[in-house]
């Protein structure tokens, strides 16, 4: 049994259409949906990422303001900079890029940020929000994991969900999702005792630790969905997740894959995020 795919470019398009034409439908009322994203640094891999969101945000109708400062850039400038932002009636949606230079607190930054315009969901209000099932914004990575399931029609009540990692980026709102769900979850970690024994007994699986090869096909229960959140580079310099794909996908019912599985998706929900945000006013 090879595993069916699931497409994260395919249903990136699909939310990004319907992104582009509830943005149109604010533009009329004189309202664009803005986004402001902060790049402290010269870290290559961020300035991609930042590019990305930059280049997602115009092509479906957002506003969007990049604001590039060198690692120099003092903690203080910086919350000043957020705080400017969090007062600018054009910009919905507040994007800071981790990681930040060590000399600045990114805790204390994103704290910064108000909740109402924290499209990333990291702030301590949005975790809570999560916690206690209140409107708030959902991390765009697990977030755009609930879409991928929705969108095979899965239904989680009753399933046991493993997900291996324990971030406050994925790990933990990803549990916090499936929970709301009525899925019976599991969190393991770097201290599990047997983490086989518990993918094995596993409807769904998230691998979210960024570890190659975390989770091989022996540890798959046939039939299971496996969304592979990590982001790693194999011995050839190809881009690759978090689960060996071409074992796993001969047991597996569904399967995400890397890239072009969860990555397009956190971009996509960055998008949403903001577009709610604009919504809300």
């Known amino acids: 049994m090879t595993a069916q795919l699931i497409d994260g470019n395919a249903l ?5 259409a319907d992104v582009a034409r509830r943005a149109a439908a604010l533009r009329a009322r ?21 590019r990305n969101k930059v280049k997602a945000c115009e092509d479906s109708g957002l506003h969007s303001v990049l604001e590039k400062y060198p690692a120099t850039l003092s903690e203080a400038d910086l919350l000043a900079r957020v705080d400017a932002l969090n007062k ?18 990114a805790h204390k930054v994103i704290e910064a940020i108000s909740p109402a315009k924290d499209v990333d969901g990291f702030h301590v209000a949005s ?30 009540k009753g399933k046991h969900a493993v997900v291996i990692g324990r971030s406050n980026i994925v790990g933990k709102p990803m549990a916090l999702m499936l929970l709301q769900k009525n899925a019976t979850v599991t969190i393991c970690h770097s201290a599990t005792k047997d983490l086989k024994a518990m993918t094995l007994q596993a409807d769904v699986i998230v691998a979210a630790v960024g570890k190659r090869n975390v989770l091989t096909a022996d540890m798959v229960k046939p039939g299971a969905v496996v969304l592979d959140v990590g982001m790693n580079r194999n011995d050839e310099g190809k881009l690759c997740g978090d689960v060996d794909f071409d074992g796993v996908k001969e047991v597996a019912g569904y399967i995400t894959p ?3 599985g969860v990555g ?18």
């Open 88 to 105: 600018d009636p054009a910009i919905h949606g507040i994007l800071v890029q981790l990681p930040l230079p060590a000399h600045i607190d």
């Open 12 to 16: 990136s398009k699909q939310l990004r």
């Open 264 to 281: 397009p998706m956190t971009i996509t929900m960055l998008l949403v995020n903001t577009l709610e945000a604009a919504e809300r006013g």
């Open 30 to 50: 004189g309202i664009t949906p803005g986004l402001a994203v902060v790049l402290v640094g010269e870290n290559p891999a961020s300035q991609v990422y930042v």
């Open 127 to 156: 975790a809570g929000a999560l916690m206690v099932g209140q409107p708030g914004f959902w991390p765009c990575t697990p977030y755009g994991c609930m879409k991928m399931l929705e969108s095979i029609h899965y239904d989680l």
């Open 258 to 260: 890397v890239p072009g």
